[in-house]
C-alpha cells in the first residue's frame, strides 16, 4: 500500500530559527514529490515540485531535498517567520501511465508553529 | 485573475440530511478535483472531472458524488451525511492536459480552493 509519513507531527520554533521537516515514503513506482504549506482553515498551497531526477530544491526559505533511492525528502525553512505557521504536506504521486490525480497520496502533515 | 473558488464556506447540517458543495476552477483550466480533509490528516482523493467526464475516483463510498458542468465549475454531493462526513472539503483545479498519459501526474500544479468547511451535527 503506498504511504507517505512525516515527522514530526508538530514542532514549535522561536522565530528567526531554522528547522527541518522529514517525510518517508512507500509509493512506487515514483513519479514526484510536492510540498504544500496550508494554513489553518484554507487551502494548500504549492511550495516545490521535484522528479526522480531532481535533488534540492529551493523557493526563497524554503529548502526541499530528495533521495529517491532512500524514499526520504525533507523541508527545510530557513530563518523562520511568524508566518511560517502551518501546516506542510508531503505529498507523492505514483507513476502509472494514468490521467488523473487519483494517485498523490498525502502525508498527513507536520504543524509548524513559530513563537516571537 | 479571481484562483479556485469554493462554497459555501462553511456550512452545519444533520445527520440524514444531502449536501452540495460548489467549487469554481481558475479560468481556462478543464480539470476539477476534490479532496476530503478530515481535522489532523492530510487530504484524501474523492473525484477527478476533466472535460465534464469522471477521470477518477477514490475509496468513497456511493454516497458521494460529483459533476461538472461545460463552464468547468462542479458540484459535489453527500446524501445520507454521517457524524463521519464532518470535514473540510477541498477542490483543486490545474491546467494540466490529461489526454496525455501521465502528464497530468509528473507536471500538474495543483491550485486548491479555501475549501468548505462541513459539519454534521
Known amino acids: 500500500k503506498n504511504q507517505v509519513e512525516q515527522s514530526p507531527q508538530s514542532l514549535i520554533i522561536l522565530e528567526g530559527k531554522n528547522c527541518t521537516l522529514q517525510?518517508?515514503?512507500?509509493?512506487?513506482?515514483?513519479?514526484?514529490l510536492r510540498w504544500y504549506k496550508q494554513d489553518t482553515g484554507r487551502g494548500p498551497v504549492s511550495l516545490t515540485i521535484m522528479t526522480f531526477s531532481e535533488n534540492t530544491k529551493s523557493n526563497g526559505r524554503y529548502t526541499a531535498t530528495l533521495d529517491a533511492d532512500t524514499k526520504q525528502s525533507s523541508l527545510h525553512i530557513t530563518a523562520s517567520q511568524l508566518s511560517d505557521s502551518a501546516s506542510y504536506i508531503c505529498v507523492v504521486s505514483g507513476h502509472g501511465g494514468g490521467t488523473s490525480y487519483g494517485k498523490l497520496t498525502f502525508g498527513q502533515g507536520t504543524i509548524l508553529t513559530v513563537h516571537p | 485573475d479571481a484562483g479556485v473558488t469554493q462554497s459555501p464556506t462553511h456550512l452545519i447540517k444533520t445527520r440524514g440530511q444531502h449536501v452540495t458543495l460548489r467549487c469554481s476552477p481558475i479560468?481556462?483550466?478543464?480539470?476539477v478535483s476534490w479532496y476530503q480533509q478530515v481535522l489532523g490528516q492530510g487530504p484524501q482523493f474523492i473525484f477527478q472531472?476533466?472535460?465534464?467526464?469522471?477521470?477518477g475516483r477514490g475509496n468513497f463510498p456511493d454516497r458521494f458524488s460529483a459533476r461538472q458542468f461545460p463552464n468547468y465549475s462542479s458540484e459535489l454531493n453527500v446524501n445520507a451525511l454521517l457524524l463521519g462526513d464532518s470535514a473540510l472539503y477541498l477542490c483543486?483545479?490545474?491546467?494540466?492536459?490529461?489526454?496525455?498519459?501521465?502528464?497530468?501526474?509528473?507536471?500538474?500544479?495543483?491550485?486548491f480552493g479555501e475549501g468548505s468547511r462541513l459539519t454534521v451535527l
Open positions: 472531472y476533466y472535460e465534464k467526464e469522471e477521470r
Open positions: 483543486a483545479s490545474t491546467s494540466v492536459s490529461l489526454e496525455v498519459p501521465g502528464l497530468a501526474e509528473n507536471t500538474g500544479e495543483l491550485f
Open positions: 517525510c518517508n515514503y512507500t509509493v512506487s513506482p515514483f513519479s514526484n
Open positions: 479560468s481556462g483550466h478543464k480539470s
